[in-house]
């Protein structure tokens, strides 16, 4: 059996071929340009392979419920070009194979959920949060994705501000000063006047989007009560998360039990961004078993 | 068929007795005093019926992980004699039925979730929050209860303050300032020195309320996309529902596609308190068809 995945990125996509064991065979990446040459692209790579079915894991938003006309389609995207895309019916028409769609951090939230299970981590739940470019998160619970109007848009909650931080204003252009406002990598720009890869580790900057990122954290464990909450994404890093640790610890005040927080609050487990690659993998498979 | 509710609140217990069809055919109330004293009446209420299974929508926190060697207890209650008592372990020994646990706003919720599937809503989701003394909140999805590490506390998330709010503290013994240290029944007192009855439906505090209860909305929107969020408990009403869906549309700013806000944002459908009966009720006659 062969599989096929496809991480649809706003900056770049990123397809690949793997096995029912999730092992990848073959790979390639090219920047996201138009919908008609990047969709073709894809369809050009996967000709190539003889896959039975196909994840696509997209940045969004989307159409995901199977009963609207527009279902596979990114709708209202800020990007330009790729709003009222139909992606799935296009890959579908020329393919010819089944399809699973979903968003690119359900598309992570799987594949981290299938390793957990796979190292054998006692684990029903977990929700992944990507911190990067933008801020988003998806949540799986039993196996199944949370999300019944429509996939989660974890980036665009409002939050209590830190008191050094009251002044900046947030650069969310729906919310301002929600979570993606307050947290998102260009929020070093617009901050620090810096790029985030040049902000040292100890600017007192990161004791703010911690504050911020806790406060996701620990709405998330008090609405989903999950066993597992991981971040990927271009700030996510292992100072961080530390930060992110002790506020939560602080701010929950042991109201709730929650597991280990070494365990409960962690990078991704699958190196080198391959979350979405091996989520859609295991969710192709999933697809061809039903 | 008969099945038993018991909706086992903090100031007092309501029991009762329901045919298949959820009518109820009788009931009580009791204040809650002792485990001992309040327990032994819901046992001698119920041997005066010969019910066959029984749902209870307890007050937290609970033990409800089923393989927890504490499942059915109210585990850390702040409540005076009720910590680590086995609710569920001493009504089982006495009534030999099957005994479906949960929360009390799970209970709730289900009672709205089927009440919106009989009155032909299509609705796979639903949230319901009570605002009253405390402040809590259950989510079903697909029939299904969220929480998996254990229930969810979703009166207890941080929130953006209100700029007219700036000065007041809150009242949560563990958060301070979280959504049931702003907005619970005892925060009237604590911000205006009388009683919530007592308060003017044009008091500005009101615009204060709704301002917060419009983040927990939205933040539940986010997270879990439901079809529906429900607001019961003594604090909730009509013209406080109205100015939550103005502030829930300010702030989420056509971000999402939502409902019609006059549906998603409601007040119980079921009269007189009686949403956790009827969720009880239908919990017991799902577990005796289970």
Known sequence: MLVGSVE?????????IGDEDYRVKDSTKFPTTTPEET?????KYFEKFNIDALSIASFGP???????????????????????????????????????WTTDVNGSAYGEYVMST?????INSLVYYTIGTGVGGGAIINGE???????PEMGHVLLKRHPDDLDFEGICP???????????????????????KDVSLDDPVWDIMAYYIAQAAMQVSLILRPDKIVFGGGV????????????????INDYLPLPKLENYITLPAIKNNG????????????????
């Not at 998360?241 to 701010?251: F, P, S, Y």
Request: with cysteine; proline share 4%; glycine share 8%.
């Open 275 to 290: 979350s979405a690659t091996l989520g859609n993998f295991a969710l192709a498979v999933k697809l061809l078993r039903a």
């Open 8 to 16: 649809a990125g706003g900056t770049k996509f990123v397809c690949a």
């Open 62 to 100: 989307l159409e995901i419920k199977k009963n609207s006309p527009k279902y596979g389609y990114i709708t209202n995207t800020p990007k330009p070009h790729w709003s009222d895309t139909d992606f799935v019916g296009y890959i579908q028409r020329k393919l010819k194979i089944p399809i699973f």
């Open 39 to 43: 969709l073709d692209k894809v369809v």
């Open 236 to 251: 996510a890093n292992k100072s961080l998360l530390r930060k992110v640790r002790l506020e939560l610890k602080t701010m």
């Open 145 to 151: 994705f949370v999300g019944s109007a429509g996939h």
């Open 174 to 196: 729906f919310h301002k000063d929600c979570l993606e406002g307050l947290v998102s990598g260009p929020t070093f720009e617009a901050r620090l006047h810096k790029n985030g």
């Open 118 to 122: 796979l190292t054998n981590e006692k």
